[in-house]
Each structure stands twice: as C-alpha cells, then as structure tokens.
C-alpha cells in the first residue's frame, strides 16, 4: 500500500502521557499520578444541573456552527470586563469543542506551508503538533531558566521573512510562569513591528497567585487586529469532559477559523454549550473556592519539594503546575521520571516533553489532592535520598 501522510511521522505523542502508559504497566496499586493537569473537583452541581435540563428538554441537535448566541454574548461581556477586550459575539467569537479544536483551527487558519511559528519553550506539546500538521516550521524560543518568561531581544533574534505567527501562553503550561506586563508589551510590539500574527492562549486565565492579575497580549495598541484569544471551561471549571471551548479574534480570523473548523466538526455539543452557559451564570462562588483550595496546594507542593536536596523549585504563579529542576541529580528528565515511577510510586512528566528547554526539569501538577501531593513529596524525597544520599 502507499505511504501514510508525512506529518504524521513528525508528530509524537506526548511523553506525559507515554509515562502514564509505562506507570499503568508496573500495576503498583498505590501509585499517585501527577504527570496531567485533570482537575479532581466534581463539575459544579449547577453546571451538571444544567446539563441534565438540556437532555430533558430535548436540547440534543446540532447549534448554530458558531456556538449558542446566549453563550457567546455572555462570553462577549465577560471578556470586557475582566480583559477590556471588546468582541463582537456574532462575527468575532466562536464556541468549539475544548480550546485543542480553537488551537488547531486557528493555526490551520494562519499559517501556510513553510511559514514560521515563534513557540516559547518549555511549552505545550500540541502547539507543536498543530504547526507541523499545518506544514509550517516550529521555531523554539527558549524561555529565562529562572523565572520561564521570554526575552523580547532573543524573540526578536528568531524572527526572519518567513515568521508569520507567535504563540502565546500565560499563565503558562508547563511552568506556572505569569509573564510581566512589560514582557508582554514587548512581544506586542514586535508583533506589530514584524506584521505577526498571535494566538494567545488564556486557558489557565483563573489561575493566579500572590497578587498576579492577568493581562492578555491582545489588549495591547495594534494587537486587536492581529490576535486571537483561545480560552476554555475545562480547568476554570472542573469541565475537562464537557469539551466547551472558545476562540475569539477579528473578524477576517474568525471567518476563516469557522470554515476549517466546519470541515472536522459541526459544532459544540448543544448540552454542554447549556452548561457552560450556566458556568458562567452561577459557578463563581465554587471557582473561587476550586482556586482558593489550588493556592493551598501550590504552597504545599513548593515547600515540600524544596525540602528536597537536588530539587531546585521556582515558585509558580499561576496555572497549576511547579517546574522543578533536578538536573542537579539527573540531566535525563525521561529516566528521573521513570525512576520516580519505580522506587516512589509518583507518575510526573518528564521536562523534554515540553521541549528540549525543559530537559533536567519536571513538571508536577497540584490538581490532585492535597493528601495525594503531601504523600508524594515525602515519597519522592525518600526515594532520592535512597538513591543519592543527600
């Protein structure tokens, strides 16, 4: 038979999934799995609520293929007044199935074959696999090893004719990075200045400590135009499931970002859309409680593994995951992981899966309980203990 499409040899799953696989092969029955960000609270009981309405009343066909109006309009305001960005819900927003849909369509609707992408890495492996199926090229930026926020001088030093797009994430996945406002300013205009495109992904937009407020890349002076903003239900409110995303941007985007999107998908599912509407409506009071719970995690986790000798732990601002450097014990972040698996029962992700700026690194997610994560710490520290005897 003739070969299978190129694109899809390039693209590799992810290892944070891959060492689940090898963790589920052991068979240990106490194993703790800290390697995907899978929020462990209940979908809030008016959103479920919401859903079960949605079948009962018959609410089960296909919705306009831009999303329900009311979820777009509700979405529409909520993003001028917590962002000051300005959107038109009929022409300028779109409800899709989970922020991967609004991901890949929007770079299939960017970028041509052989056109640039600016990734800021350590990042999210799909930003990865979306410009590779879109046949462009991927270009790295490594990121600060302290803080994980971009240099604008080294951005700038990777652009050439061919760059057409810069992705985005704050606050990021997979270090807890926040990046200043100055940063982010400084991206703007070379964004301006080089003619780009950005697709800025907020979907961890809730998920801010010690003081941080969010400020999305868009809301900068010729941004509006040139940008757009991915979010999602999924981690703000216990909805991973549901599959209820969005994506918004100018018009001319939008349109484009629709007809791609219509070729793999009608649309989102009509009972999640009711849901996600009602998220909006009446979840706020169990968010604030989901987050308040997230910091007390944050600081357990942080703590405990700085506790740990060999362990260097910058302490994250948002999102909900640490990014500790262990190179200090072992460079090879795929086999410290493994061990981990073997000798301390603790599933985490090896830092070269979000890229080869994050080789020597982990990262580590505090969506599961604060139990679950004061139990692997100390098991993490035995075992290195064990091991190097620090």
């Given at each position: 038979?003739?070969?299978?499409?190129?694109?899809?040899?390039?693209?590799?799953?992810?290892?944070?999934?891959?060492?689940?696989?090898?963790?589920?092969?052991?068979?240990?029955?106490?194993m703790i799995y800290l390697n995907v960000g899978e929020p462990d609270f209940p979908t809030p009981e008016p959103i479920v609520e919401a859903g079960i309405a949605a079948l009962k009343e018959g609410f089960t066909h296909y919705t306009e293929e831009r999303g329900i109006k009311p979820l777009r309009e509700a979405l529409a305001s909520r993003l001028a007044e917590e962002k000051g960005l300005n959107?038109?819900?009929?022409?300028?927003l779109l409800i899709t199935s989970g922020s991967s849909e609004a991901l890949l369509a929007s770079i299939l609707a960017i970028l041509d074959s052989g056109e640039e992408a600016l990734i800021f890495s350590p990042h999210y492996p799909p930003y990865l696999s979306a410009v590779l199926v879109a046949l462009g090229k991927p270009v790295l930026v490594p990121v600060e090893r302290g803080t994980f926020t971009p240099n604008p001088?080294?951005?700038?030093?990777?652009?050439?004719?061919?760059?057409?797009?810069?992705?985005?994430?704050?606050?990021?996945?997979?270090?807890?990075?926040?990046?200043?406002?100055?940063?982010?300013?400084?991206?703007?205009?070379?964004?301006?200045?080089?003619?780009?495109?950005v697709v800025s992904d907020e979907v961890y937009d809730?998920?801010?400590?010690?003081?941080?407020?969010?400020?999305?890349i868009a809301s900068f002076p010729g941004m509006a135009e040139r940008t757009v903003v991915i979010g999602s239900f999924s981690k703000t409110y216990a909805m991973t499931g549901w599959r209820?995303?969005?994506?918004a941007g100018p018009e001319k985007v939008i349109t484009r970002i629709l007809r791609i999107k219509g070729a793999g998908n009608v649309c989102a599912s009509s009972i999640a859309q009711k849901a996600a509407l009602?998220?909006?409506?009446?979840?706020?009071?169990?968010?604030?409680?989901?987050?308040?719970?997230?910091?007390?995690?944050?600081?357990?986790?942080?703590?405990?593994?700085?506790?740990?000798?060999?362990?260097?732990?910058?302490?994250?601002?948002?999102a909900f995951?640490?990014?500790?450097?262990?190179?200090?014990?072992?460079?090879?972040?795929?086999?410290?992981?493994?061990?981990?698996?073997?000798?301390?029962?603790?599933?985490?992700?090896?830092?070269?899966?979000?890229?080869?700026?994050?080789?020597?690194?982990?990262r580590i997610s505090y969506s599961a309980s604060l139990e679950d994560l004061k139990e692997a710490a100390e098991r993490i520290k035995l075992a290195v203990e064990d091991r190097w005897g620090v």
């Open positions: 038979m003739k070969n299978l499409a190129s694109r899809g040899e390039q693209i590799k799953r992810p290892l944070h999934r891959e060492i689940r696989d090898y963790a589920a092969k052991l068979g240990f029955k106490d959107f038109n819900p009929e022409t300028e001088e080294i951005t700038a030093e990777k652009i050439t004719d061919k760059t057409k797009l810069m992705i985005v994430n704050s606050p990021c996945n997979p270090t807890g990075a926040v990046y200043p406002r100055e940063v982010l300013r400084a991206l703007a205009e070379l964004a301006v200045d080089h003619d780009l495109y809730r998920f801010l400590f010690d003081g941080e407020t969010h400020v999305s209820v995303g969005y994506v009602t998220a909006l409506e009446k979840a706020e009071p169990y968010v604030s409680k989901m987050l308040k719970e997230y910091d007390r995690r944050r600081m357990a986790i942080y703590e405990a593994l700085n506790r740990i000798k060999g362990f260097k732990t910058p302490k994250p601002k948002g995951y640490v990014f500790p450097d262990i190179s200090e014990l072992e460079e090879d972040s795929l086999k410290f992981a493994k061990f981990l698996v073997e000798r301390a029962h603790v599933v985490t992700s090896p830092g070269v899966g979000f890229g080869q700026a994050g080789e020597g690194c982990l």
